[in-house]
DNA sequence: AACCTGTGTTAACGTGTGTTAACCGATTAG
DNA sequence: CTAATCGGTTAACACACGTTAACACAGGTT
């Protein structure tokens, strides 16, 4: 699953670069590393990382420059800067150009990546799972499709997508019904409960093509989906 | 044009406040002056000021307490954090709450109105100059222009290439409508809201080229661009 | 001045989504 | 068996949003 996370790393110290590189790479992420500022903004417009971790004095480009940058073409993508400085002005100043979050050199290797997960948890969690597959058909999250074999992509509402999500996520095994209301509706009231009745209803009927697929009631409980 | 900018100061040490309020007003900015966090945090639902300036040590709520507060609110309002502490920790803290700048006592005046106008700046008038890729697309922001593949480039209104910007930094993650009402018109009030839509559709015709663009409704929320 | 032209807002009407209600059958406790 | 409860299904509803066109207005042109 992290192996989708993709990291842009910009570290002009090419041992310390290195080892960072490889000790994210051994928690599955994949990582491109660049040895200067210049190299990393050319990266980052070709590849589009998840993540950006990058050391603030380096040639060419400093890693500010770089980031104020990259925030003219994205708002939300989690920015880590490394520094060896310490003064509380270039936290303010990076902070301030939009930066996520801070590390002082040295620093532990657990720090980076507790740091990493924290802001990837935050921005990134929901829109993980790209494009799943469910039997015959292929359900793609973000667009908030459902696409029967070859046939003419059927558009889901949002609400179908999401609780579509949970129930794939989970796949043959018994969701709690108020599992699923509080993370979607927020709480689990009578009349919310007989909404998403209703969405499984809908949901049933827009995967009825496979009958592989069903989303089967476990009374008292909750439902849980089997293909 | 700055007598406009209403900033909202919270000082509890009425010397100190008083200093700063007669200042920023000899700059022509409106000013209004609470003694604690409580007083502050009643003031901002009733007026909506354009910019905080938060005293972190106060009576009744602190600084960053009420910043927390003022976040739920409105994701937007550019705040100033007042401090006398100079740790490393508590600036990250600040930041982490959703604070825009750190300021450490004593600080001069003139320090205080470069980081308002920078603040300011940044959310009146985004500069950019960057050429972004939508797609098969290309979206010239400064030019106002969107062209497919080799095509004639297309000419964007004003309001076209701001919202169309908005939503491309942040693709694939949901933008909420009010913010972007409150960014690009000023208030997010059921004209501003329709009027929006309309911009919605008019992109959504522009952008019909490329299949695998999408502008999502999020129902009660707001947008994504998916691509 | 009168006339276009392009832009953004407002209005009017249509569509889609999510919630609520009503009615039903199935399951289970007493 | 009967009553209570849970869930299935359908439809009614309110309202968020989509779409189109009319409109007002600012700038430029003749």
Redesign the pocket.
Known sequence: MDKDIHILLAEDEPALGMIIKESLETRNFKVTHCLDGQAAWENFQKQEPHLLVLDVMMPKKDGFSLAKDIRTMNDSIPIIFLTAKSQTQDVVEGFTIGGNDYLKKPFSMEELIVRINNLLNRVNLQKNSEILKIGQFTFDFPKQTLTFQNEEPL????????LLLHLVKNKNQVLD?SLILNKL?GND??????????????L??KLIQDSNIQ?????????KLVC
């Open positions: 558009q889901l509402t949002h609400r179908e997508a999401h019904r509706w009231d009578f009349f919310n409960a007989r909404s998403m009745d209703v969405f499984i209803t809908k049933r009927k989303i089967i009631n476990v009374r008292g409980y909750g439902y």
